[in-house]
């Protein structure tokens, strides 16, 4: 039996140097590599590809329109200036519309990357030691963000893009020393909590033609001393490429009740 097998393998190995089998194994290959169509490296990915496939279920693509006039100038603003400050109260809408037109952007390949960024400063209280990797700690700051791209661009479009560096959520401190390029959407949110210092930081990042938004409400400080927001519009304003947008307590959008509450707290206040 032994015998009989050694002469099987030599057989087949003798069958392989032959041309006429080496010919044979080679149409077959080729006809499985046309069957198969160009091979492309493994690692190019595109996004829009992704929206078609089991990343993203089918849902209707979302139109972002304007809930009032106030909202539309702001969306101009943001979409033919450089640099644009949403300011005004809560539920106006600042951070939907800068969040949606970044997702529009990206989804669109205009822009190859999205940057949300924020002071750590709680709201006057601290939560002391968040367990896991700098992403898990910063994540709870900008949630609000995340919810707004999961409602625009799907779920899994906006975690495939967490893990590829398309979206990014950092701390401000992380800022120093990058530059915002022309691909890049960059959004400074809950401004009010920056310092003078760390507004200039920031501000000093932005390259050519790179879309920046800072949205905040000077009203709801959780800072002691001067605050980055006003400071920077002061200065700004006026400048080629710079638009300075106020909402008013009447503009928001959130409910009926937010516009009496902020009534109330500001007669208070007044």
Do not use: W
């Not at 992403?135 to 661009?153: G, H, M, P």
Request: glycine share 8%; with cysteine.
């Amino acid at each position: 039996m032994a015998r009989r097998s050694h002469k099987r393998s030599i057989q087949y190995y003798d069958d392989l140097d032959n041309p006429y089998y080496t010919h044979k194994s080679n149409k077959r290959k080729d006809k499985q590599r046309r069957r198969k169509g160009p091979e492309e490296p493994s690692n190019i990915v595109e996004l829009n590809s992704l929206l078609n496939t089991g990343y993203k279920p089918p849902q209707q693509k979302l139109l972002l329109e304007p809930r009032n006039p106030a909202q539309k100038r702001y969306i101009n603003a943001i979409k033919n200036n450089c640099l644009t400050f949403g300011l005004g109260p809560a539920g106006t809408g600042k951070s939907y519309c800068a969040g949606a037109l970044a997702a529009q952007a990206l989804e669109s390949g205009r822009i190859e990357r999205i940057i949300f960024t924020r002071p750590a400063v709680e709201a006057g209280e601290q939560l002391g030691f968040l367990p896991g990797k700098l992403e898990d700690k910063f994540s709870v700051y900008i949630d609000a963000f995340r919810d707004i791209l999961n409602e625009r661009l799907g779920k899994g479009v906006v975690e495939y893009c967490l893990r590829h560096g398309r979206i990014v959520g950092a701390p401000l401190a992380f800022m120093r020393g990058k530059t915002f390029n022309a691909s890049t959407f960059v959004i400074l949110d809950e401004a009010q909590n920056v310092t003078p210092a760390q507004m200039k930081m920031f501000l000093t990042r932005i390259g050519e033609d790179c879309k920046v938004v800072v949205n905040g409400d000077t009203h709801q400080s959780d800072i002691r001393g001067p605050n980055g927001l006003d400071d920077a519009v002061n200065r700004l304003r006026g400048l080629p490429g710079v638009h300075v947008h106020t909402f008013r307590k009447e503009d928001s959008v959130r409910s009926g009740l937010v516009r009496h509450v902020l009534d109330r707290y500001e007669s208070i206040h007044g």
